[in-house]
């Protein structure tokens, strides 16, 4: 069973269909990966689990039963478009916005103090919001979207604007989320992250999903069959090597070479290995899985010529 | 599981912030206390002018025909000093004894001179002058009878002041003594300040609704909420500011003006008893002086009837009726405008950006607004009538033919459509709001307005 699950939704705006057809399932406790060009229907897709727009089609399931105007009160959502009021003070414009995820006055406040102080930046609380630069403004965004404590967080390109030390401490703080048990899904362009961080992610392109799963798994299925050997100088050549083994590449380190083999028959890992190893000593041995980075825009190129 | 808050009390939550950063805002405070000293200032000011003077002036008579010299009385702008001897000689002491003016009234071969000279250091006032005028003026009238052989008095007999009195005859067969000047002023206030507030507060809750769309926040504050909650959890905040702000006007206009008239009404009271007290000194001193008393005796209690005709005027209004008449049509309208200022705002990514969206809002007002003059004429013409019937122009217009009378039936069906029409505004208002705030960067044409009320929520 999914934590969260969406099926088979379908929403139309008039003269085009922003999502056709589109399911993802995000298990308990992991952080799922939402990706795809701009424009492809990410953004929907995250208002309607979050319940600001309803799908035309489709099914909504948390928690095993169907998603209720009540769950929002377990959701924390980081959206793309974020800012906060400029003329209010940064400790009460907080206390509003986690009263009106459904905090109690006293437990938000307490809630709050914690976090503020955690992020070091007590001192702020009587500060108004346009003192703030962009960099404190958004720590306090990411407070207000995490403050009470929800089972679902849903973050809308959370890099994108943050200097790099925010954005690392957003990651560590997607992590310690996901330790303590929270269920996250993440919309971003930044693919170093997702390998990071996502354990699963779904691929949409021009409105429909044209990818998904574990991400181990899709970067597997998208094995170019390139492996990274070390071996003794000179002890892999061309000659020596079977059948559709080729060198790619090769760099001498000191007394090793590093060798790049692509192997061009639909020999298994372990299969490569073994011929490899009757060869010569390997000193490492590994093979090069293709970056989420190049499986994205050669999945998105080849859905986009496929229709 | 914990204890969470519900949807109205998160409602609850939004009116609060909306009232409040707007109640403490520093424009609050000081349309709350100017209102008041402009509604004050409007009503003080004619007092103010009608009872100051410049301390009371010295004039020299120098009438060379004699006739009129008895018929200037000192009273409380001018002390008057009868002079005599040669011109020059006249003149000569006149620059040195420092007085305000000489007034010569040199004999001539008529039998009636009309003609005087002020002579002064400074160009003297128009007030000396005028006073010259009516005092000479009215001997001269008499004189001119007298010569041709009438009574002065017979002038005075047939001097006719004709009095109309407007009386409203209820339904019940009750007579009120009504007067339609009154009527005019209430009306032209009552549909001007709705006007001005619809407008205000209404173009405050656009702001607002922009405000939240330029900062970005509104996708946060809707993944908690639903649109329709912010937008009349919104609504309702300035709703309540606008009202605390009338409450407040209400309260300190009624303060400032018990104020000023326990100060100024003191003096206008002096003043009104003064000036027939000098007058009926003069009497007795002559058939010609004898006439311009009882002239000046006849204005005096005209002025005094006019006064009587406001009080009774004012007296004959409803102010119960009229109260809760602006509170209904004003909650009305406020909630059908605001509810389409909103949507404008949802429409739009700035202030800017509104103005072609703002006009067909705002038209139905401008027409009420402009129809003024025909409304205040003809309170129960055809055209009247219509306008304060459809809702859109109703709340200025009712509240303008409220002082001359508007039948209950009127009233009742008018705020029912008022109400009625609000469902149809609000609905309309919220689903161009819940889709217009999600998208940035592009105005609608009005196509895609047409769209965004078929979507599905």
């Known amino acids: ?307 | 599981m914990k204890r969470k808050l519900s949807a109205w009390s998160k409602t609850a939550i939004i009116i609060r912030r909306e009232y409040l950063i707007r109640v403490r805002k520093k424009s609050f405070i000081v349309m709350t206390i100017l209102g008041p000293l402009l509604i004050a200032a409007l009503y003080a000011i004619p007092i103010m002018i009608a009872t100051m003077t410049e301390g009371k002036r010295d004039i020299e008579i120098y009438d060379e025909t004699g006739l009129y010299v008895d018929s200037f009385k000192s009273g409380t702008e001018f002390i008057y000093y009868p002079v005599a001897g040669n011109l020059d000689t006249v003149k000569q002491r006149f620059l040195r004894s420092g007085r305000y003016a000489l007034v010569h009234i040199p004999a001539t071969e008529f039998n009636v001179p009309v003609t005087a000279i002020i002579y002064s250091q400074s160009q003297p006032g128009m007030n000396i002058k005028g006073e010259v005028k009516r005092v000479m003026g009215k001997v001269a009238e008499a004189l001119k009878l007298k010569a041709k052989g009438y009574d002065p008095e017979v002038l005075n007999s047939i001097k006719t002041r004709i009095v109309v009195n407007t009386v409203k005859v209820n339904e019940d067969g009750s007579e009120k003594r009504g007067n339609s000047e009154v009527a005019t002023g209430l009306g032209l206030a009552a549909g001007l300040i709705i006007y001005f507030m619809l407008f205000m507060f209404g173009g405050q809750v656009m702001r607002s609704v922009i405000e939240e769309k330029t900062n970005r926040i509104v996708e946060v504050i809707i993944s908690s909420v639903r649109p329709v909650q912010l937008m009349f959890g919104k609504i309702i905040g300035v709703g309540l500011v606008s009202l605390t702000q009338v409450a407040l006007w209400v309260l300190l206009t009624l303060a400032l003006t018990t104020g000023v008239s326990l100060v100024m009404g003191e003096k206008m009271q002096k003043r009104m008893v003064e000036k027939p007290a000098i007058t009926s000194i003069g009497s007795g001193v002559g058939a010609s002086a004898m006439s311009s008393a009882v002239a000046d005796a006849a204005e005096q209690e005209d002025n005094a009837g006019k006064f009587q005709m406001v009080m009774d005027g004012l007296k004959s209004i409803d102010y119960y009726t009229m109260l809760s008449a602006f509170f209904f049509f004003f909650i009305g309208g406020y909630i059908l405008y605001s509810s389409l200022f909103a949507a404008v705002g949802g429409m739009v990514d700035s202030e800017q950006d509104t103005q072609q969206f703002i006009l067909p809002v705002t038209l139905p007002l401008i027409i009420a607004f402009m129809s003024v003059g025909y409304v205040l004429n003809y309170p129960d013409g055809a055209f009247s009538i219509w306008l304060s019937m459809i809702p859109l122009t109703s709340p200025v217009v009712m509240m303008m033919r409220l002082p001359f009378g508007v039948p209950m039936w009127q009233m009742v069906l008018s705020l029912l459509l008022l109400y009625g029409f609000t469902f149809f505004t609000t609905w309309l208002g919220a689903v161009i709001y819940r889709t217009g705030i999600l998208i940035y960067g592009k105005k609608p044409s009005w196509k895609e307005l047409w769209r965004w009320v078929r979507y599905k929520s």
């Open chain 1, 1 to 307: 069973m999914y934590f969260l699950e969406a099926r088979n939704i379908v929403k139309r705006y008039t003269g085009h269909t922003a999502l056709n057809d589109v399911s993802i399932g995000v298990p308990e406790g992991t952080v799922f990966g939402l990706l795809g060009p701009n424009g492809a229907g990410k953004t929907t897709l995250i208002r309607i689990l979050n319940q600001i727009t309803g799908p035309d089609e489709g099914q909504l399931l948390f928690n095993g039963s169907p998603l209720q105007p009540h769950d929002v009160a377990d959701f924390g959502y980081l959206p793309e478009e974020r800012g906060l009021y400029k003329k209010m003070k940064v400790g009460e414009q907080a206390l509003y916005l986690a009263m009106l995820k459904g905090m109690h006055q006293k437990e938000a406040m307490a809630e709050l103090k914690r976090w503020f102080v955690k992020f070091g930046i007590e001192t702020w609380w009587n500060k108004k919001v346009e003192e703030l630069s962009k960099g404190m403004q958004q720590k306090v965004q990411f407070i207000v979207t995490v403050v009470h404590n929800p089972s679902l967080l849903i973050f809308d390109e959370p890099f994108s604007g943050f200097d790099p030390i925010n954005a690392n401490l957003m990651k560590e703080e997607i992590l310690e989320l996901k330790r303590k048990g929270a269920t996250i899904i993440l919309s971003t362009h930044n693919m170093n992250s997702v390998e990071e961080l996502c354990d699963n992610i779904a691929l949409i392109n021009r409105s429909q999903k044209i990818l998904g799963g574990s991400v181990s798994e899709i970067r597997k299925s998208y094995s170019k069959q390139l492996f990274e050997v070390t071996t003794n100088n000179q002890a892999l050549t061309s000659e020596k090597l079977p059948d559709g083994f080729y060198i790619e590449s090769q760099i001498k380190e000191g007394p090793f070479d590093r060798s790049t083999i692509s192997v061009k028959n639909n020999m298994d890992t372990p299969g490569v290995l073994r011929q490899l190893v009757m060869l010569t000593d390997l000193f490492t041995f590994k093979e090069i899985l293709p970056t989420m980075d190049e499986i994205f825009v050669d999945a998105v190129r080849n859905s986009n010529t496929q229709q």
